[in-house]
Nanobody
Framework: QVQLVESGGGWVQAGGSLRLSCAASGRTFRSYAVGWFRQAPGKEREFVAHKNWDSFNTYYADSVKGRFTISRDNDKNTVYLQMNSLKPEDTAVYYC?????????????????????WGQGTQVTVSS
């Protein structure tokens, strides 16, 4: 069993930065792949970023590529999402998720149904 708790959300002006954290419980967390998703009001949950357990494969949505960076510290059981050059369209609730297997490609990494555990989410609001 893995429990995930996000933090670090908040309000920021366009062009600013935020770093989200996702603290995980469970001794086997280091063997899980991790992902970040987001959901804006009235929209479906969308994929943001993914990193496999060994950090060998990392995937990003085109909308955040070059601006967001996913990282993980397995010793601290924590996953991060560094978000730079934020835009109003990045406003959403951000969720972290854990997957028992490693995603072989972006298609699998981007499927919310592939993930086994989810956090409760943290709100990010970007004003123009």
């Amino acid at each position: 069993q893995v429990q995930l708790v996000e933090s670090g959300g908040g309000w920021v002006q366009a062009g600013g930065s935020l770093r989200l954290s996702c603290a995980a419980s469970g001794r086997t967390f280091r063997s899980y792949a991790v992902g970040w998703f987001r959901q804006a009001p009235g929209k479906e949950r969308e994929f943001v970023a993914h990193k496999n357990w060994d950090s060998f494969n990392t995937y990003y949505a085109d909308s955040v590529k070059g601006r967001f960076t996913i990282s993980r510290d397995n010793d601290k059981n924590t996953v991060y999402l560094q978000m730079n050059s934020l835009k109003p369209e990045d406003t959403a609730v951000y969720y972290c998720a854990a997957m028992r297997r490693s995603a072989p490609n972006t298609v699998v990494a981007g499927q919310a149904t592939e993930y086994d555990y989810w956090g409760q989410g943290t709100q990010v609001t970007v004003s123009s």
